[in-house]
C-alpha cells in the first residue's frame, strides 16, 4: 500500500464517525465506547491501544494508553489523549444515560471497568450497528483491496515454480508465506469471533485435506499438533493428490483471500469434476453480486446446484463437521457481514465485499474448490483476485 | 514435537482437573465454564471449539461444537458431547449456584448466552487461578518448551548466512520465518490480553527499531502500515544499523521467546556498552530465577542496575512509551504470570517460564539488548533457548 492509498483511507475517518452516530441516533443510544482494536482504528486511523467515545451528538475523544504520540501522528482525529481518562470523563459522559459497545469483541473485564468508573450508566450492544457500517467499503478501501488481490495472486501464481512431491505441505506453506511477506504481507487475517485463528492460510492435501475441525470453514487440515489444529501439516505430497491452497494476506489492514487447487500428476476424475462444478456454481453466483440480492437466496442457489450434480453430501465439508455457508465478508476482518447462508435475509449493498469459496470434501480422499474476493458492484460482483480459476497441473 | 511428547501432555490432563477443581472449591465456587480456547486446551488436551464444564465436586463435561469427532479423539475425558448442551445441562449444574468464568478473556455475548441458559446462577471471575495454574508448567511441558527452544535458537543462529546491508527488514523476517516454518513453528504467539498482537517476532534496526507503540513490550518497531504498526518494515538496513532480532516460535503449543542484536560492519560504542549491560543484567537475575525470590524485587534489581550504569533513561523503553517490567511469564500464551514488575509481590513457583529481555531504546538511534526464556529451578534459571547472547557482527 502506497502513501497515496494511505491517506485516502486517513481521510474517511471523520465520514465513518458521523455515520456511526446517524446509527446511534437511529437507534436511541447517546454516545458508544469502541474497545476492540479493530473498531478503533476503522473509526480513528490508528491502531494504537486504547478508547475511542463517540457521542450520538457531539466530539469524539480518543483515549490512548500505547502510544499516545504515535496516536497523535497517525490519527486525524483532535481530541487524543492519554489514557485512563481523568475528571474530564464525567464531563464528557455524564449526559449519556445509554453507551453502546460491542458485546461481540468487549472482554467482560473490560466492561466491568466502565461499569465501576461510569455508574448508574446502561451499556446496551452496538455491535451489529458497527459490522454494518464496516461491510460497506468505500472507493478508497477497495482500491487497497484491489493491490492486496493483486499481491496475493501473484504468490498463488508463484506455486508451480516450487511445488513438487516429496515436500512436506509445511513446506510448501513455508514457500508461500516467505513470497507473500516479501510483497508486503502484514501478518494473520484478524477474526472476530472467539477463538478462531487461522495464521496465514492452508496447504492441505489427499486425506489430510478432509479432516474435520474448529475453524470454521469448509476446509480446515490436519495443522502441526493438537495445539494448532488447523492448515499444513508434516503430511507429504504425493503424485495424484489433491492439494488445496487457500490463502489471506492483509496489505493495509485489509484481508484479501483464494483458493486453488493443484496436483502434480493427474487429479482423480470425480474430483476433478467437482472441482469444475465448484468453478461454475461460483461463476453463477459471482454476477449475482449485486445490491439487493437476498445473501440467504445465494446460498440456496449454490446448494441447489451441488445437489443438482450430485455433490450435496460433499458440498462445504462432510456430515456433521459441513459449513453451512457459501461466502463470508471480508475486510479489515475475515468473518465480517454479509455471509451467504441460510437465515441472512438481509440484501447486498454496494461495496460490501465477500470470499465467495464452493468446495466440496471428500472423507478419506482430499478437498477441492475455488475461491475468489468479489466486491458487490451493480454490474455484478468484481474480482479483486485476479488468476485463472482451473485446476493447476505440474508435470511429475 | 514428537508423538511421545504429545501422549505425556495428554496424559496430564486430569491430574490439571484435578488442581483447578481444589482451587475452585478453596475460594468457594461451586464449578466453572471455561470459554477460552487456550484454557479448554490445557484442561481437556484438545483445541476443538466449544465450553468446558468443570465441577468443584464431580466429573467435567466439554460441550464441542466443531468439531466433535476430533474433540472426542484428541481428549482424554469421557464427557465429550455436542454443544450446545441440551437438558442435561439443568442437571449438571443445578446445585451449582456459583460458576465462574474468566472475564479477562470471556466476552460480553458469551456470558450473556450462559446467563440465559442458566437463570439465577452467579459467575464470578476465576482468572486469576486459571492463570496462577498454568503458570506453573510440568517436567513433560518443560520438555516441549526445551524442544521448541532449540528449534528457535537454530533459525536465529542461521541469520548471519543471509543477513546483509542493502536488505529490508521485512526481507530479513521473511527469511527467519521461512527457516521457522521448515523447523515446524505452528503460527503466532496467542496472547490473553485484549488487542495485542504479534505475527511472529521484530526484525528493527535503526531508528525505526525505538519508535513507541501499542505493543506492550520495550520494542515495538515501525511495521507495514497504521494498520500493523508492529514489528519489520520496508526500512533498508544499513552498514552500522543496530538491529534487533526478537522472535517468537510455537511448538506443540508452546512459545519461546528470544532476541539477539546484529551489526553489519561495527555497532555505536554507546549503544555496543548498553548490549553488555543488558548481558550483565540477565547474568545477574538469571541464577535468581529460584522459587521464593519476588518477581518485583528483581525488577528493582535490573532496574537499578540500569541505573547505575548510567542507563536508567533508556531502560525498556524510552520516555512516557517506556514498559515497566523486565520479564514475562511465557507458555501457552506470550502474557501469562509471573511478570518480573513493580507490583508483583509474589514469590516465584517451581516450574514457572519467563521470557527475560533487559533492553534499551535510544530514541532515533536503535534498540539493543537480549532475551531468553528461562524456567525456574531450585538451581537458578535453565535457559531454554540456548545461543550465545552477545552481539553478531557481520562483515560489511
Known amino acids: 500500500m502506497n502513501t497515496a492509498m494511505a491517506e485516502e483511507?486517513?481521510?474517511?475517518?471523520p465520514a465513518r464517525i458521523e455515520?456511526?452516530?446517524?446509527?446511534?441516533?437511529?437507534?436511541?443510544?447517546?454516545?458508544?465506547?469502541?474497545l476492540h482494536g479493530i473498531d478503533l482504528l476503522y473509526f480513528s486511523g490508528t491502531r494504537q491501544n486504547g478508547a475511542l467515545w463517540i457521542p450520538a451528538g457531539g466530539e469524539p475523544a480518543l483515549f490512548v494508553r500505547k502510544s499516545v504520540s504515535r496516536a497523535r501522528a497517525e490519527s486525524p482525529l483532535p481530541g487524543v489523549r492519554p489514557f485512563p481518562p481523568g475528571?474530564?470523563?464525567?464531563?464528557?459522559?455524564?449526559?449519556?444515560?445509554?453507551i453502546g459497545v460491542?458485546?461481540?469483541?468487549?472482554?467482560?473485564?473490560?466492561?466491568?471497568?466502565?461499569?465501576?468508573?461510569?455508574?448508574?450508566?446502561?451499556?446496551?450492544?452496538?455491535?451489529?450497528?458497527?459490522?454494518?457500517?464496516?461491510?460497506?467499503?468505500?472507493?478508497?478501501?477497495?482500491?487497497?483491496?484491489?493491490?492486496?488481490?493483486?499481491?496475493?495472486?501473484?504468490?498463488?501464481?508463484?506455486?508451480?515454480?516450487?511445488?513438487?512431491?516429496?515436500?512436506?505441505?509445511?513446506?510448501?506453506?513455508a514457500e508461500i508465506e516467505l513470497r507473500l511477506r516479501r510483497a508486503g504481507n502484514e501478518g494473520s487475517p484478524?477474526?472476530?469471533?472467539?477463538?478462531?485463528?487461522?495464521?496465514?492460510?492452508?496447504?492441505?492435501?489427499?486425506?489430510a485435506a478432509a479432516e474435520p475441525g474448529a475453524f470454521d470453514g469448509p476446509v480446515v487440515g490436519r495443522g502441526l499438533s493438537v495445539a494448532s489444529p488447523v492448515g499444513p501439516s508434516e503430511r507429504v505430497i504425493g503424485v495424484g493428490d489433491p492439494v488445496l491452497v487457500d490463502y489471506t494476506a492483509v496489505f493495509g489492514g485489509y484481508i484479501l483471500d483464494m483458493a486453488r487447487v493443484f496436483v502434480v500428476g493427474t487429479l482423480d476424475a470425480e474430483l476433478g469434476r467437482a472441482l469444475e462444478v465448484a468453478i461454475a456454481i461460483q461463476d453463477d453466483i459471482a454476477p449475482r453480486l449485486v445490491p439487493g440480492e437476498v445473501a440467504a437466496d445465494l446460498y440456496d442457489r449454490a446448494a441447489d446446484r451441488a445437489e443438482a450434480e450430485g455433490l450435496g453430501a460433499y458440498f462445504m465439508g462432510a456430515g456433521d463437521d459441513a459449513s453451512r455457508f457459501v461466502a463470508h465478508g471480508i475486510g479489515m476482518e475475515l468473518d465480517e457481514l454479509p455471509v451467504l447462508a441460510p437465515g441472512f435475509t438481509d440484501a447486498l449493498l454496494e461495496g460490501q465485499v465477500v470470499a465467495l469459496e464452493p468446495k466440496f470434501v471428500f472423507p478419506g480422499r482430499g478437498?477441492?474448490?475455488?475461491?475468489?474476493?468479489?466486491?458487490?458492484?451493480?454490474?455484478?460482483?468484481?474480482?479483486?483476485?485476479?488468476?485463472?480459476?482451473?485446476?493447476?497441473?505440474i508435470h511429475p
Open 190 to 207: 484478524r477474526l472476530r469471533a472467539a477463538n478462531m485463528e487461522l495464521f496465514t492460510g492452508l496447504v492441505v492435501s489427499g486425506e
Open 367 to 393: 478437498a477441492v474448490g475455488v475461491e475468489n474476493t468479489w466486491a458487490v458492484t451493480r454490474a455484478g460482483g468484481e474480482r479483486l483476485t485476479p488468476l485463472p480459476d482451473g485446476l493447476v497441473r
Open 87 to 98: 475528571r474530564e470523563l464525567s464531563s464528557l459522559m455524564a449526559r449519556c444515560p445509554r
Open 102 to 173: 460491542c458485546y461481540d469483541v468487549t472482554r467482560i473485564s473490560q466492561l466491568e471497568w466502565w461499569r465501576k468508573h461510569l455508574p448508574g450508566h446502561e451499556f446496551p450492544d452496538v455491535s451489529a450497528s458497527v459490522r454494518e457500517l464496516r461491510s460497506r467499503k468505500s472507493p478508497a478501501e477497495l482500491e487497497v483491496m484491489r493491490h492486496g488481490g493483486r499481491a496475493l495472486s501473484a504468490a498463488i501464481a508463484a506455486i508451480p515454480s516450487f511445488l513438487r512431491a516429496g515436500m512436506r505441505e509445511i513446506d510448501v506453506a
Open 9 to 13: 483511507l486517513r481521510r474517511e475517518v
Open 19 to 34: 455515520r456511526f452516530k446517524a446509527s446511534l441516533r437511529a437507534s436511541g443510544v447517546d454516545g458508544a465506547l469502541l
